[in-house]
């Protein structure tokens, strides 16, 4: 079920919708001559898109809190940067496990629905705590073929699991501010709240259906306290604005289960057009 030379061809979709509320204490600002660059956190195009998190500070006093939902479809596998076909796995991928000589049961499709609940608040200007927690629920589709050897396909399975995952601390610490351009600094830390011992009922190549661990992409968490750090710049101008972001996950350790998920490195860039204070597109 497990077996590090494949990978998921296509990442069809990840899609969302974010509701917001933002409560303010902070002194109110009054109306002056001039334009105003500063966007306002309950703008649209003051948020990145969806899939960017800690995109924003806060000034001191305000609290956020925030629902985010995002849906994930993966589909196909490849060896490389090559697409490869069930029939061909069977066939050329060595087992790394007990059993025959090449894989029997290859993934096809996976999804994942992420529902995300978060809450900021900034002690200053400067300094923005967030904190999130997420429930994940996560469906594969397998083929399994028959026997020890041949592509005569046996029949199709789902493995789902659903729960908690890991919890995100982090803050947000400004580096450079001046009027359309901002720098700020992520600093983060993952803790392990999902599990990591989901199982579910297979279909195996001699036609049993025993209960089995699901394999690494099927758990809810890393097990690890894993460091976050990051990076990210905002720039807007009139009803335009962009940004860039790098963040990283660093895993620290061995997880009760005797392995380590591997390092992540993601950078990412977006532009946004305001149509009206409560849209935008990006």
Do not use: C
Not at 120 to 133: H, K, W
Request: glycine share 10%.
């Amino acid at each position: 079920m497990k077996n590090s030379a494949l990978r998921w061809s296509r990442s069809g979709s990840a899609m969302g919708v974010a509701v917001t509320a933002a409560l303010t204490f902070s002194t109110p600002t009054f109306a002056h001559d001039g334009v105003d660059h500063e966007p306002d956190a309950t703008n649209a195009y003051a948020h990145a898109p969806i899939g960017v998190m800690g995109d924003h500070l806060h000034k001191a006093g305000e609290v956020m809190f925030s629902y985010r939902f995002m849906h994930m479809d993966m589909e196909g596998n490849r060896i490389g940067n090559r697409s490869v076909s069930p029939e061909e796995i069977v066939t050329t991928v060595p087992n790394r496990f007990a059993g025959p000589p090449t894989l029997r049961v290859v993934p096809t499709e996976m999804t994942m629905d992420m529902h995300m609940v978060g809450a900021m608040y900034a002690p200053t200007d400067d300094i923005t705590l967030m904190l999130m927690g997420m429930y994940l629920e996560k469906e594969m589709d397998h083929i399994t073929f028959q026997g020890m050897a041949g592509t005569t396909r046996l029949g199709t399975f789902t493995t789902k699991s659903s729960g908690i995952g890991d919890t995100k601390a982090a803050a947000l610490v400004n580096l450079h501010d001046e009027p359309g351009h901002k720098v700020h600094a992520n600093i983060g830390l993952s803790i392990p709240t999902g599990s990591i011992t989901e199982s579910d009922s297979v279909l195996t190549p001699m036609g049993t259906r025993p209960t089995l661990r699901l394999p690494y992409a099927m758990q809810l968490g890393s097990g690890t306290y894993d460091l976050e750090p990051g990076l990210t710049y905002t720039g807007y101008d009139a009803n335009w604005g962009w940004g860039a972001q790098w963040r990283s996950t660093l895993r620290t350790g061995t997880n009760d289960e005797g392995y380590t998920l591997g390092n992540k490195h993601q950078l990412t860039g977006w532009a946004s057009y305001q149509f009206q204070p409560w849209i935008s597109l990006s």
